[in-house]
């Protein structure tokens, strides 16, 4: 049960989900369920069973797996999903995954939710990670409860052999057809959602925390925010964790499929900062039976077994069972629809103009102009060429702008989303930045990108903004970027900007 029930969605995560492909603000119909604590405890009494029977383990290649997975098939059968054991090998062993697909929704458009099933071979592994795969086995026999009618089309996995790295779901990502992966438009992956002296993390889709390597692929900052917005619904303060491929949602982010979920710490030590934060005991572990035989039912808090769960039910409500967006305005810039370089005639860069154009690649100490886009040939780029050396047509001098032509808004709540990257050589400063505004009576900032005195590749990321504010009212949409720093190099891209009700 929740620590306090949400029967609507809020304003805030109806306006964040609207900025995701095929997700906009769910009516009161769509209200995500509060799944039941008992019933996810039900179930990691039946997966301790299954290990005490079986050696005191559910390990890749031993029976006590196999009975796992068959005790999660088994239930989904009955609930009506379509359901495959999917084998492969590892270390001479067979090893299964559970793919279960509810009828119904966009078959293009598919959303999965993933945790590992395995433990390791020292115990039992009921928070690692019994805790996400009961947690999102309640969640799936809720959709069957509530005959849920999703617009995007729902995919829940259970994998094999995550503790001997992410062998389950490779070889999953890996066996897909590129036309089937390309259908998958969000993966969520929930592993360790109960330990005993949890913290609230969250995968760091787009970096905001400074941890792990960089932002995921653009969509991920998304998918964080919506399981951000759950837990600020409740009072529980979040932190980002290393988005680095450690869990099963490596993988997926390998091959560009956005994704997110949750996590409550490992072996990790909470410290006092983080205890005044949530609780719980500084200096200690997060989970102190971290792949040890006392990780049982009794190494689970259900404080943050049942905040998880119900944050699982959320995000699925929220990202797959919303109608769709209706696009008011959009250009993916395949055809010239009337943006105006150096609108006010105040530009002072010498190169690197923004333009229209199918754009030429370039690298300097890694990529720096992006030669493909999000969509189609063309996007917005500072100087498409690439000429004989990467500094060539890249911004100098100065701000280069580029506005659309007048946009309409109609009456209602307004979203507008891009796609775009900023790119810059170690040169680059604080100075530098690329920024996306709408413009009417007043100015909404979309994005606003500083530079710094670091390499920076170029990397396709996402932003959106509540543009509700502009209704009823003709804007423009600018685009401006500057080259501020002594002799930087700086390159920067735009493509795919809607707006959507």
């Known amino acids: 049960m929740r620590s306090r029930l949400i029967t609507l969605v809020s304003a805030f995560a109806l306006a964040l989900v609207a900025g995701l492909p095929g997700v906009s603000a769910p009516a009161a119909a769509f209200a995500p369920p509060d799944i039941s604590?008992?019933?996810?405890?039900?179930?990691?009494?039946?997966?301790?069973?299954?290990?005490?029977?079986?050696?005191?383990?559910?390990?890749?290649?031993?029976?006590?797996y196999l009975a796992s997975a068959n005790y999660v098939k088994g239930l989904l059968d009955s609930a009506g999903y379509t359901t495959a054991l999917q084998s492969f090998t590892y270390n001479g062993a067979t090893g299964y995954n559970v793919i279960a697909d509810w009828p119904g929704g966009d078959p293009n458009d598919v959303l999965m939710v993933g945790a590992h099933l395995d433990s390791v071979t020292a115990g039992p592994g009921i928070n690692d990670n019994g805790s996400g795969s009961a947690s999102i086995l309640e969640t799936a026999l809720e959709v069957s409860r509530q005959s849920l009618a999703p617009t995007k089309h729902l995919r829940f996995a259970w994998w094999g052999a995550e503790e001997l790295g992410l062998r389950g779901s490779t070889f999953y990502v890996s066996n897909l057809a590129a036309t089937e992966r390309a259908k998958i438009k969000g993966y969520l992956n929930f592993d360790m959602v109960g330990s005993p002296n949890p913290g609230y993390f969250l995968y760091d889709g787009d970096n905001s925390?400074?941890?792990?390597?960089?932002?995921?692929?653009?969509?991920?900052?998304?998918?964080?925010?919506?399981?951000?917005?759950?837990?600020?619904?409740?009072?529980?303060?979040?932190?980002?964790?290393?988005?680095?491929?450690?869990?099963?949602?490596?993988?997926?982010?390998?091959?560009?499929?956005?994704?997110?979920?949750?996590?409550?710490?490992?072996?990790?030590?909470?410290?006092?900062?983080?205890?005044?934060?949530?609780?719980?005991?500084?200096?200690?572990?997060?989970?102190v039976c971290y792949h040890r035989a006392c990780d049982t039912t009794a190494n689970i808090s259900d404080t943050a077994l049942n905040r998880n769960a119900d944050a699982i039910a959320y995000s699925v409500w929220t990202i797959a069972a919303?109608?769709?967006?209706?696009?008011?305005?959009?250009?993916?810039?395949?055809?010239?629809?009337?943006?105006?370089?150096?609108?006010?005639?105040?530009?002072?860069?010498?190169?690197?103009?923004?333009?229209?154009?199918?754009?030429?690649?370039?690298?300097?100490?890694?990529?720096?102009q992006l030669g493909t886009t999000v969509s189609g040939s063309n996007?917005?780029?500072?100087?498409?060429l690439a000429g004989t050396a990467a500094g060539d047509f890249d911004v100098d001098g100065g701000v280069t702008t580029i506005q659309s032509p007048p946009i309409t808004l109609p009456t209602g709540s307004l979203r507008v989303a891009l796609s775009w990257y900023l790119a810059h050589g170690s040169n680059s400063s604080s100075a530098d930045y690329l920024r996306v505004r709408v413009v009417g009576t007043s100015t909404v900032t979309v994005l606003n990108q500083a530079g710094a005195a670091a390499n920076r590749d170029g990397a396709w990321s996402s932003s959106s903004a509540d543009i509700s504010s502009l209704a009823g009212q003709t804007v423009r949409i600018v685009v401006?970027?500057?080259?501020?720093?002594?002799?930087?190099?700086?390159?920067?891209?735009?493509?795919?900007?809607?707006?959507?009700?």
């Open 37 to 64: 604590l008992a019933n996810v405890k039900a179930h990691l009494t039946q997966l301790q069973s299954i290990a005490t029977a079986n050696g005191g383990n559910r390990a890749h290649g031993r029976p006590g």
């Open 209 to 287: 925390d400074g941890v792990g390597s960089g932002p995921g692929p653009a969509g991920s900052a998304e998918l964080e925010r919506v399981l951000a917005d759950y837990f600020a619904s409740i009072g529980v303060p979040t932190r980002g964790t290393d988005f680095d491929g450690r869990s099963d949602y490596g993988p997926f982010i390998s091959r560009g499929i956005p994704a997110g979920g949750t996590f409550t710490g490992a072996e990790g030590v909470k410290t006092s900062a983080q205890a005044t934060l949530w609780g719980g005991t500084a200096g200690q572990a997060f989970d």
């Open 322 to 368: 919303t109608p769709p967006p209706v696009v008011v305005w959009q250009d993916t810039f395949e055809a010239a629809n009337g943006w105006t370089v150096n609108p006010a005639g105040t530009d002072t860069a010498t190169t690197g103009q923004w333009e229209r154009g199918d754009p030429e690649a370039t690298t300097s100490s890694g990529t720096k």
């Open 379 to 384: 996007d917005l780029v500072t100087g498409r």
């Open 480 to 501: 401006d970027t500057a080259d501020a720093s002594t002799a930087s190099l700086l390159e920067a891209g735009v493509d795919d900007v809607r707006v959507t009700r």
